[in-house]
């Protein structure tokens, strides 16, 4: 008797005991689940993406060191070519996750085919203050409202601008927010005169018509309705730009990056040469600037100041200067949504974007900046980078039409630069042109039908 009560009381303890490790393992198992490191258990996760080599040398590498119990499975219908019917591929390979261009995101969520991430972004409280907040907004908005997807990487434009010339001519130097219409004005206040190998510029450009096309783009201008093929370049926002970019040509104060011969290109750029006041480029006109003080000889370095814009004139908080490639996001559907997850966390978290700096300094090779965003790059602070709101209206027009003929733009911009080159030469008046360039945009367009 004795003995059987001896022999309870060890097996009520040993499934205490039990009870109790396995309360632990179980906590343990959430714990390792919920972590940023890794799964606990192997996983599977399916990505629709264009090319597996292209993905796992960008993502699928890195991804998979930071994750590897996490099997990725890419799924490239489209070989080496653009995906163009995402919902398609989507029904077909049911993937975990994707990655679009802007065009597809405002698709898939206005037809409600992608999974809204805030509340996976309540749920780990993942931090997002220092993403990229007009990006954010501009996402929910392309999104009916709704944030469906994240872009780790934003390639913004800036107004950069030697301030050692403007102090030298008394000029103001810019502030964030200009339009295209301030900045031009402010370039006129520097000399026009001199031989054009030796003398200062008020901006640096690539001639009218490109300039037309950064207005256009800073505005959120389309040239052409992509479901009706209707021309709608003789707009009077259109005509604003062609009158600010052929004005601006003949009053002499563009440099029209020209190519100086037997010069590398950094001794050709009259920005980085300390020749020019102003340029809008990217972040990587920094990384030049670094090359130029490593590589040119004699290089005398200037103070280089760096302002937000050029903006939109109906709304000076907002551009079109920002250029989006892959929004990631989660079909609606998916069978491994955690797994998605743990990908789009890390990719625009402040782990990779400390990784992706840290490599592109020691490269030198800057490259698009992260929507996780950074201070500064090699001693420039970057906060201009991030301070205006990126309108994607006109880049996701500009894919539909892409879409309907890949060489589209190309004629498009071939007769603005016939057109325009007429009216700077003083051949023909701006309100002709305007004219021939709409009637030649919609004679290329019906042909489309």
Known sequence: MKQNFLQKAMLVSLSVMLIGISAGLSTGKQASANSDNEADTKRTLKVLYWNEDDFNMTYGNLFSQKYPNTNIEVVAPAGMEAIKDYNGAIQKYSPDLVMLPPYHYKQLSTDKKLVDLEPLIKRDKYDTTTLYPGLLDELKKQGGGKLYGLSPKADSYALLYNADLFKKYNVKVPKDGMTWKEILNLAQKFPTKGDKNSRIWGLSSFGSSNLVMDIARTEGLTYMDPNSLKASANTAAWKNAYHLASEATKSGVLDERISLSGKSYLESSSFIMGRSAMIVASISQLQSLEAAKRGVKNYKPFTLGIAAGPAASKDQESTGNVFINEIFAIPVGADHVDA???????????????????????????????????????????????????????????????????????????ILLKELTQVVNGKKSLAKATAAIQSGTQAAADKLK
Do not use: Q
């Open 340 to 414: 998605a997850w743990d990908f789009i966390k890390y990719f625009n978290g402040e782990d990779y974007a400390a990784e992706y700096y840290k490599s592109k300094s020691s490269n030198n090779s800057i490259g698009a900046p992260l929507s996780r965003m950074t201070k500064e790059y090699s001693g420039y602070k970057l906060d201009a980078f991030y301070k205006l709101r990126p309108n994607l209206d006109s880049s996701i027009t500009s894919y539909a039409l892409m879409n309907k003929s890949p060489n589209f733009e190309l004629k498009f911009r071939s």
